[in-house]
C-alpha cells in the first residue's frame, strides 16, 4: 500500500502489488474523503480477495460509496459484481460499454446500481470533493474515462502512461522511464489524434501527480516531461506500416 497525497480528511492510496503470475501488473486506487470512499478499476477475480481485505485496513466497507469503470478490460471489471454484492457501492461506467460488462455476470440485483457516464463526462461529489469524470476516448478503449481529484490534483489516467515492467512505483528518472512506455503506448494507443485531444484537455488542468493503471506513478517535477513525451510521440494506425499482409 502506498499512500499518494494525505492532507486532513482527504486520502488517495495506491495497490500495486496484488497481480501475480500471467497478469499483467495492475494498480488499484482509493480515494477517500470524509467518511466515503472510491475504488478506481478493483480488477479482475484474482486480486478481489485480497483487494477487499486490503481496503479494510483502509475504509470501512459501509463507506465504500463509488466504484469508478474507467472502460471495459477485465483487467478493470472483471469482479465488478462481486464489489456490488459485497457493498452497497454504486459503479459508474461509461455508457457504451454496459452491454459487454454484462457478461462478466452482473447480477440483476444490482445492475440499477450502475450509473452509465456518457462521452463528455460527467461531476461525482464524495464527501466535500467534487471529482471530475473526463473524456479520454480511443486511449485506449473507443468509450475510455479518466479521474481527476482537484484536491490532491491526481490525474488517474487508467492505461495512459502505463509502464507495466517498471521496476519501481515512483518515477525518478523521466528520461530512463520512457522505455518501460514507449512499445505499449505505440500498440495499445490506436490514433494519434485522440492524444492530441486528450493533451489539450490535460494541459489546462493542475496536475501534481500522473496515476495510472499500471507501473510507476509520475509525480510533479515529471508531468510536463510527460506530458511532452505524449506529444511527440506517433501511435497505432499512424505506425500500422504493412501490417496487413497474408500470411504464407
Known amino acids: 500500500m502506498i499512500t499518494l497525497f494525505e492532507k486532513d480528511k482527504h486520502k488517495n492510496i495506491m495497490f500495486n502489488d496484488l497481480s501475480t503470475g500471467k497478469m499483467i501488473q495492475a ?50 471489471i472483471a469482479a465488478v459484481n462481486a464489489w456490488m454484492m459485497m457493498t452497497d457501492a454504486q459503479a459508474f461506467l461509461p455508457s457504451i460499454w454496459i452491454r459487454f460488462a454484462a457478461h462478466f455476470g452482473i447480477d440483476e440485483l444490482v445492475e440499477k446500481r450502475i450509473t452509465l457516464i456518457a462521452d463528455e463526462g460527467r461531476t461525482i461529489q464524495l464527501g466535500n470533493v467534487t471529482l471530475k469524470a473526463l473524456p479520454a476516448h480511443y486511449l485506449h478503449s473507443s468509450g475510455n474515462l479518466h479521474l481527476y481529484d482537484p484536491v490532491s490534483k491526481i490525474l488517474y489516467t487508467g492505461d495512459l ?29 490506436p490514433t494519434t489524434k485522440a492524444l492530441k485531444m486528450w493533451l489539450n484537455m490535460a494541459r489546462t488542468l493542475e496536475i501534481d501527480i500522473i496515476a495510472p493503471q499500471h507501473g510507476a506513478i509520475i509525480n510533479k517535477a515529471h508531468v510536463v516531461q510527460f506530458l511532452d513525451w ?19
Not at 163 to 178: G, K, R
Not at 230 to 248: I, N, Q
Request: aromatic share 10%; no cysteine; hydrophobic share 40%.
Open 27 to 76: 494498480n488499484q486506487h482509493f480515494i477517500i474523503n470524509e467518511n466515503e470512499g472510491m475504488v478506481l478499476d478493483p480488477g479482475g477475480h484474482k486480486v478481489h480477495t485480497q483487494l477487499f481485505a486490503e481496503m479494510t485496513s483502509i475504509l470501512p466497507i459501509s463507506q465504500l460509496k463509488y466504484i469508478f469503470l474507467s472502460h471495459q478490460d477485465p483487467d478493470i
Open 161 to 189: 502512461g502505463a509502464s507495466p515492467a517498471a521496476p519501481y512505483p515512483v518515477v525518478e528518472n523521466f528520461d530512463a522511464h520512457i522505455k518501460y512506455m514507449e512499445g505499449f503506448h505505440i500498440r495499445y494507443m
Open 230 to 248: 505524449l506529444d511527440s510521440l506517433e501511435v497505432g494506425v499512424d505506425k500500422l506500416g504493412d501490417a496487413y499482409t497474408v500470411p504464407g
